[in-house]
T-cell receptor
């Protein structure tokens, strides 16, 4: 059974600081996703990572994938309050049919 | 981009009644649709996968007679919560994946439906 774990579960950080969220998964995966969820809202797709060594960046967020270590990271650079949300990683295996979500990381950026 | 809608966005119903939630892909054909539920402050849990024109595949622990899923067309899937109880109160999110190049590597998520059973 594919398991996806994130840490930390909760992260409070000051504006302007850098931090990294980690996503570990237990079995070989086809692709890895990062999503953002605001309170009461659905998911917003941030990144799709398809291969080992993949790195994608959008604004202050950068995601990377190490398939050998079964690890993905979401790095936040110079955090701003607008980044406050819950971030989920999700992994597919055996084709894109089934997506298993991580536990989520609630990020709170303090002005 | 690919857009998925859900209706209603929120619903309150009495215990024992049934509620139907619709999920539509607005600008692409969704060969596969997925239904998730999310309890407060928790992650998303896949309930079932439905392919157009065939029976849904339910995840372990999900009662197929309670959560009826119909995927009658390439743009519409419905989830009916039958004989709802307060413990069914949750945030239900659908997603859709298309055929061909569009949606091939990604699921597109609907805005979610918040169900409250009183």
């Amino acid at each position: 059974e594919l398991k996806v774990e994130q840490n930390p579960l909760f992260l409070s950080m000051q504006e302007g600081k850098n931090y990294t969220i980690y996503c570990n998964y237990s079995t070989t995966s086809d692709r890895l996703y990062w999503y953002r969820q605001d309170p009461g809202k659905s998911l917003e797709s941030l990144f799709v990572l398809l291969s080992n060594g993949a790195v994608k960046q959008e604004g202050r967020l950068m995601a990377s994938l190490d398939t050998k270590a079964r690890l993905s990271t979401l790095h936040i650079t110079a955090a701003v309050h607008d980044l406050s949300a819950t971030y989920f990683c999700a992994v597919t295996s055996g084709g894109y049919q089934k997506v298993t979500f991580g536990t989520g990381t609630k990020l709170q950026v303090i002005p | 981009g690919a857009v998925v809608s859900q209706h209603p966005s929120w619903v309150i119903c009495k215990s024992g009644t049934s509620v139907k939630i619709e999920c539509r892909s607005l600008d692409f054909q969704a060969t596969t649709m997925f239904w998730y539920r999310q309890f407060p402050k928790q992650s998303l849990m896949l309930m079932a996968t439905s392919n157009e024109g065939s029976k849904a595949t339910y995840e372990q622990g999900v009662e197929k007679d309670k959560f009826l899923i119909n995927h009658a067309s390439l743009t519409l899937s419905t989830l009916t919560v039958t004989s709802a109880h307060p413990e069914d109160s949750s945030f239900y999110i659908c997603s859709a994946a298309g055929s061909g190049n569009q949606g091939r590597h990604e699921q597109y998520f609907g805005p979610g439906t918040r169900l409250t059973v009183t």
